[in-house]
């Protein structure tokens, strides 16, 4: 950037080449954002994790507001058989909202199966560090099925979401791109591909259009993808279809959106998927029944996956696992459990052919370990980016706290093993 002119300070200079890249057409989440972090970011080493939250989930809890229940104080109508926990242990996943609120917000929603049956959603603002709950759950009578996936109210029915929840900055929406027409039965026979999304800002839901064709199954997952404004999908074991969704469409029978279908990539349970925008890559982290990184080439969406080669000193490769794309470092983050948070790297410029090397980013002087959850953490793993520093964040227990892990800087290859804040 020649142009910028030479008495600016770093910090002018990197925001200006930040506007540059948005001018230019640069995908939003390849250039950091321009918002600086909340000042408690920097209270946090490089590489270490910490409790972050001035509040519990359980705090917000709609069964224990009488203007929500309508049997407090008794059983909620929602409760189902694991109550407000379930929205994170039943398999559930999250996202993260750049735009909602002055810093950001970690968005949480779900439930499935007879584990729960609410449909609010939560933000976790990372300014004030506290949780809200954005909508109540819908109260009325159960009678299964509901053919649109939705509730009387309008509210998505809550599927066990696994890594099908995403985040639409357009629109500051929360997207749930599997459709779920009953709860409280056994195996995936009433997912549907239909997708809802949740303004964040005006806190109502629309619905998708639904795609006939494709089969979202349990332990799928979807990633947003920034160069085209669209989401890509696939729905785990049994899946038929690879599947990109155009959210931004109005359609002539008052949903939104548009599907288009393509050759099944990958079919594995419990995977998890994350875009790589500076490859323009749909890359899987399949660890269930296997080791691979699959990645697929969204330039070519009628192409086969690919497995990447590895190098590095590869971490246990866990199933359900956090997998984020960190624009910061431009490189993958993996996270499952404990206080490990792996980088996941191309060494080079050919993804195809290159070493994506694995290498631990956490500092060897961590105090804090995150509480751990047994049926994985799926989408809950996300990256909050700034334009000074970035975290990483997740959260395992609705009685417990967010955590933040603070994502070491530098971008090459082998950064110095003396890690410094970004």
Known sequence: MQFLPTFMTRGAKRAAIGLCLFALGAPA?????????????????????????????ADVDPAKDPDANPN?????????????????????????????GNKGA????????????????????????RWTRLSNPYAGSFNWPYSTAEY???SAIPPHTYDFVDYHPGTNSFVLLKGQTQLGISGNTAAVGISHAFDLGGRKWRRGSHNTDIVLNAGGYSVYDSKRDVFWVEGGSGSTQFGKYD????????????WTNYPTKYTETDSVAAYDPLHDLFVVAGFRNGTNVWA???SDPMSSRLALHEGGSAPTKESASGWEWSPARQAFLYYRQGTGVYEFKLSGTDWKNGTWNWRNLTSGSNSVTPETVSNGVYSRFRVASYSDAEVALIVNNVAG??????????????????????
Do not use: C
Not at 30 to 46: G, K, R, T
């Open 72 to 100: 407090y104080p008794g059983t909620a109508p929602w409760a189902a058989g694991s109550g407000q926990k379930a929205v994170i242990t039943a398999w559930n996943g999250g996202a993260y909202a750049s735009k909602q």
């Open 247 to 258: 959210p931004n469409a109005r359609n002539s029978d008052g949903t939104y959106g548009i």
């Open 152 to 154: 009387p109210d309008g």
């Open 106 to 129: 970690y968005v949480i929603y779900g439930g499935g199966h007879s584990d729960y049956y609410g449909s609010e959603v939560y933000a976790f603002d990372m300014e004030t560090r």
């Open 401 to 422: 706290s967010v955590y933040a892990f603070r994502v070491p800087k530098g971008i090459s290859p082998n950064p110095p093993t003396n890690l410094t804040a970004n």
């Open 29 to 57: 989440s390849f250039a950091q954002s321009l918002i600086p972090a909340p000042d408690w970011v920097n209270n946090i080493p490089a590489g270490t994790w910490q409790a972050i939250s001035l509040n519990d989930l």
């Open 296 to 298: 697929v080439n969204l």
